[in-house]
């Protein structure tokens, strides 16, 4: 099969979108930021990731990736189409196994693309009108979306990806996931109102529950800020925090008509979130089973589709996630 490279997918921008998962304009947006960031990477770092002691990085006469945009390419197509690093690099790109020495994909694959938190911090938010309820108490159905402050509230859900069995017993317990009934690992993602990914969590096994992973790394939203939850975080509180949650079925009974109303509400507006999920499984490396095994690798292409995702949403805003009523 003959390689492919960028020149190929320019003239096409349907194809550019379907091999890489961005458009051109947001690719060629890419090119500088990743440039710049990939030349700092490689001052220091040799392309396996060892110190760099000796001579500097060059582009040499026959390198079979010579530009920025082949180069960004190269690691796009990657990504979207996970396949294994010794099939990938002489298939389409014209390398030898011998040439794809690392199939990582790089920590400066996004850039300057805005990369979410992965630590408790601080974020940007203006909490607007004061509400009501604070104080870590869940406002449930007909209660939350009759209030109709206007504030913009962040949402937050949890997303699985299937991995390759392990090999350890340990291992294999750990992320086995009795809801997928599969080998998994998971996070969670924290969303604001106009869908970008401020907070992702440390990767896990698929057997930790959402809470569990909830309670691990508290998020420092503002004061009088509200939470859009779904029913998995139950109990899940924050310090003057409004918590809005669907109203669960008691056991036996039924729910109200207006529960049942103000349910479909909250569940309206916290599905965008699952667009979220949606936006970063375009790549099929966070789609489809992982078949990498190096350390660090499933949280590091779980970070760098949020960045993309983000770089997107910055480029072309998305129908904010706004108060109802």
């Known amino acids: 099969m003959a390689s492919i ?7 096409r921008p349907s ?29 220091a770092s040799r392309l396996d990731g060892k110190p760099r002691i000796a001579r500097r990085f060059t582009v040499y006469k026959n390198c079979p990736l010579p530009t920025p945009e082949d180069r960004l390419f190269f690691i796009l197509v990657s990504l979207k189409t996970s396949a294994p690093g010794g099939a990938r690099a002489p298939v389409r790109h014209g390398l030898k196994q011998s040439q794809s020495v690392d199939s990582r994909p790089p920590a400066y694959t996004a850039g300057s693309a805005p990369h979410p938190r992965r630590c408790p911090g601080p974020f940007p938010h203006s909490p607007g009108p004061a509400v009501r309820r604070g104080g870590g108490r869940r406002a449930h ?21 299937r991995i390759v069995r392990p090999q350890d017993p340990a291992e294999q317990k750990a992320c086995y996931s009795g809801k997928k009934k599969d080998h998994t690992v998971t996070n969670v993602l924290l969303v604001n109102a106009l869908l970008l990914i401020l907070f992702l969590s440390d990767t896990y096994g698929g057997r930790v529950h959402d809470k569990r992973i909830a309670d691990a790394t508290p998020y420092p939203l503002p004061a009088r800020s509200r939470l859009l939850q779904a029913l998995g975080f139950l109990a899940f509180t924050l310090p003057q925090v409004e918590i809005l949650m669907s109203t669960k079925k008691p056991c036996g009974e039924d729910l109200t008509l207006a529960q049942q109303r103000a349910n479909q509400v909250l569940h309206q507006r916290r599905l965008r979130i699952e667009q979220v999920n949606s936006s970063l499984k375009r790549c099929r490396i966070v789609k489809n089973r992982l078949r990498l095994w190096k350390q660090g690798i499933r949280d590091l292409v779980m970070e760098i589709r949020c960045a993309l995702h983000n770089f997107r949403v910055r480029l072309t805003p998305w129908q904010p996630m706004v108060e109802s009523g």
Not at 15 to 29: G, H, I, M, P, R
């Open 5 to 11: 490279r960028f020149t190929d997918v320019q003239a």
């Open 15 to 43: 194809a550019c979108l379907d091999v890489t998962s961005l458009t051109l304009d947001e690719f060629q947006q890419l090119v500088p930021p990743f440039e710049t960031a990939f030349q700092a990477h490689l001052a």
């Open 141 to 161: 159905g007909g209660h939350a979306a009759a209030e109709g402050t206007g504030v913009p509230p962040f949402a937050y859900d949890k997303t699985e990806r």
